[in-house]
């Protein structure tokens, strides 16, 4: 992948295929093609770069070659060739190999032009055959499964069943990244070309989805984009180019259907963080990531719960357990912190389903970024709220010493697991937990110096629960 992404005149068909022979690819060049230029691009040392006019006809007119020490990956479309311009070759050698003739380089400084030999013909052609045998095979290779061979992964995720402890005597059974939950936080530099090898131990097919940034829908990890899913017991390489920065995370994006031991109702997520490329601003003594998820989940109908009326109700996911970090609220580590402390925390809700809305009594939220994203006004709030995948960086200012609980503001959460306590040095007793009286909202982190622009176009919408009886069932027949 190029650093910058590729040439302007790249086509959007872009197709990437895989030798598995570096070395027989570029033998088998001068048999196939007139002309192949390579380009040393600064700042990506090893890396090279070809742009290739095919000799003979075929679906393939065009292509672009990325060479590292064991493996040259294929970039080829469709339509007529495209010219490379000058302004796409910001580069300081170039080299031309034509038929019959021995390659030479050329050195572009100035307007000065220094001819040296490269390597002849013969040395090319040796290899030929396995090389054009590489080539046969490899345009069946989806985008994701291009490797280079003697490239290390950034990053190794193996998805596997897990028995996790939340609480004494509460197991979970569930599948998670690394046999942890949350699984391991992967940290990257904003621009920095990422290498992230999944292995599929989960028992069905899956994926790993990247939510929130800006990559090709090959290497997006999701179905419905048209991301390759790994089957069971099989490995795949994720590849891009990590950006924007902020607080990302990775998750299953499996269809889970109605089955509740898979995907997002698993332990399978994970905080992904994309460090900006000028350096975090700093403006905190230490950070702490804590993600939500309930546990324990049922189908059922208010109904079944309620004994009674109303009998026309939807399904609904019930759940007996949540955790806010990686145990029950009260069964793990306090967060330990000093008095005049100022703490970055990074919350993410990766619960499947549910919505959740979080206080930490006697302390407020500075809201730095949303989703993610720097909000355009940061506001100090009494409570968070996030709705499934929404995450926030806030700032608490440890001004009130004691034991609190960070915690749900909803009792049925809290009394779940959804919390953590917060224990000031010093200090010590049970856990301090007061209702949070604010509201959550939106507008607060809006730029009120600037009207809001009217809308292109209304659709109205109605939202309105599926009729079901006992059990979720829906049908006609007599509901008692």
């Known amino acids: 992948m190029w650093a910058t992404g590729p040439p302007k005149h790249v086509s959007p068909n872009l197709r990437k295929i895989r030798s598995t022979s570096a070395g027989a690819l570029v033998a088998v060049l001068p048999s ?27 679906r393939l007119s065009r292509g672009f070659l990325k060479s590292g020490a064991a493996e040259l990956n294929f970039f080829c479309w469709r339509g007529p060739p495209a010219r490379l311009s000058r302004s796409d070759r910001p580069v300081l050698l170039h080299g031309v190999r034509r038929r019959g ?69 509460k197991i979970i059974k569930t599948t998670a990244y690394n046999g942890t939950v949350p699984g391991p936080t992967l940290r990257v530099k904003e621009g920095q070309a990422v290498r992230i090898e999944v292995t599929n131990d989960s028992g069905y097919p899956n994926l790993i989805h990247s939510h929130g940034l800006m990559i090709p829908s090959e290497q997006d990890g999701s179905t419905e984009e048209g991301s390759p899913v790994i089957k069971p017991g099989k490995s795949l390489t994720y590849e891009y180019v ?106 993410l809700n990766a619960s499947g389903n549910m919505g959740i809305s979080l206080a930490l009594p006697g302390h407020r939220f500075k809201v730095l970024a ?61 856990p301090t937990w007061a209702p949070a009286t604010s509201k959550w909202d939106y507008t607060a982190f809006g730029r009120p110096d600037v009207a809001a622009a009217a809308p ?15 059990g979720g069932q829906s049908d006609d027949r007599p509901r008692s």
């Open 456 to 470: 292109d176009e209304t659709i109205g919408l109605k939202f309105q629960k599926i009729p079901g009886g006992r």
């Open 32 to 58: 196939i093609f007139s002309t192949v230029i390579f380009s040393l691009r600064p700042g990506s040392p090893g890396s090279v770069l070809a742009a290739i006019e095919f000799r003979k006809k075929g």
């Open 101 to 169: 003739r021995a390659m030479t380089t050329i050195d572009r400084r100035g307007d000065s032009l220094r001819r040296q030999p490269l390597v002849s013909r013969r040395a090319l052609l040796r290899g030929a055959q396995a090389g054009a045998l590489s080539l046969m095979t490899a345009r069946a290779l989806p985008l994701v499964r291009a490797q280079t061979l003697n490239k290390t992964a950034d990053h190794k995720i193996r998805i596997a069943p897990v028995s996790l402890e939340i609480a004494p005597g």
């Open 370 to 430: 949303l989703d993610g994203n720097p909000v355009p006004t940061s506001a100090t709030v009494g409570i968070l709220k996030l709705d499934v995948a929404e995450r926030a960086d806030v700032i608490v200012e440890m001004n009130n010493p004691g034991v609190w609980v960070f915690g749900s503001t909803e009792d049925e959460d809290r009394n779940m697991g959804m919390g953590v306590v917060v224990e000031y040095a010093g200090r010590g007793g049970e």
């Open 242 to 347: 990590a950006k924007p920065a902020g607080t990302r995370w990775y998750h299953s994006h499996a269809m889970a259907m109605t089955d509740l031991n898979k995907s997002t109702y698993t332990g399978e997520f994970g905080f992904l963080i994309v460090e900006p490329a000028g350096g975090e601003p700093g403006d905190y003594d230490r950070e702490v990531l804590l993600a939500a998820h309930h546990w324990d989940g049922h189908w059922v109908s208010m109904q079944d719960i309620k004994k009674g009326p109303p009998p026309d109700n939807g399904l609904e996911v019930m759940y007996h357990a949540a955790t806010l970090g990686d145990r029950m609220l009260g069964h793990g580590e306090p967060i330990r912190v000093r008095e005049g402390e100022r703490v970055l925390f990074r919350v």
